[in-house]
């Protein structure tokens, strides 16, 4: 199944060098740029991209606005990755908290743009586990009521520990010494207990309540 990509920065150089990369992989495609968040919604809705690759700072609507108008307007939004310049960037972690399912830096190699897409496109892993931990421990919250409110089974608690720490499904599965399916269904359940729409949220959710310490 092909991946559509929709890419919004305000720089035209970044663009052309973003859609070479992605048009040059036969899963994916783009089918769409704009040079200002305030276009997304409008662009989404016409175009329905599977990915957007969202630049977190623009002159008008920034990539945190554009992310949080985004999530608001559509019923079934698309994955938010996050296109910076700076991984340590308090921008880049507003953006995640808005609903940006991922981020990517400007200098990262072709490869890397490709994996990142593709992962965020499935949904399944986390990406760049470390970097968010580090972003939760610097501009993250400072404690909460660790979720008690969600009423997280244990089982559950230990897969979002998991899911925090990177692990993928066959990963946690592996871990936990249960079927794919089974965790599938214990990621689920967490989603819908924590109302977020995918595990990097829920994960933010674990370092903003305390429920998980960023450590590193």
């Known amino acids: 199944m092909t991946i559509d990509v929709l890419i919004v920065d305000d720089d035209e150089l970044i663009r052309v060098g973003l859609r070479a990369i992605v048009d040059a992989q036969p899963d994916l495609r783009v089918v769409g740029e704009a040079a200002d968040g305030a276009e997304v919604p409008s662009l989404v ?3 329905r991209p599977r990915v957007v690759l969202m630049d977190v700072r623009m002159p008008a609507i920034d990539g945190i606005q554009a992310t949080r108008r985004l999530l608001a307007a559509s019923v079934d939004p698309p994955r938010v990755l996050v296109v910076t310049t700076f991984a340590n960037d308090e921008y880049v972690y507003a953006a995640l908290r ?18 990142a897409v593709r992962v965020v496109a499935a949904g399944e892993s986390l990406l760049f586990p470390a970097a968010i931990r580090r972003l939760a421990g610097a501009y993250g919250g400072r404690g909460g009521d660790g979720l008690r409110a969600a009423r ?5 608690g230990e897969v979002l520990r998991l899911m925090a720490a990177g692990l993928s499904n066959p990963e ?3 871990r936990l010494v249960v079927g794919v399916e089974t965790v599938k269904t214990h990621v689920g359940n967490v989603l819908a207990k924590l109302g977020v729409r995918d ?6 959710a674990a370092y903003e309540s305390g429920f998980v310490v960023p450590t590193g």
């Open 199 to 204: 595990r990097t949220q829920a994960v933010i």
């Open 45 to 47: 809705a016409r175009l």
């Open 152 to 156: 997280l089974t244990e089982r559950e």
């Open 172 to 174: 946690i599965a592996d």
């Open 98 to 115: 808005a609903g940006a399912s991922g981020f990517l830096l400007k200098r990262a190699r072709p490869a890397e743009v490709v994996e």
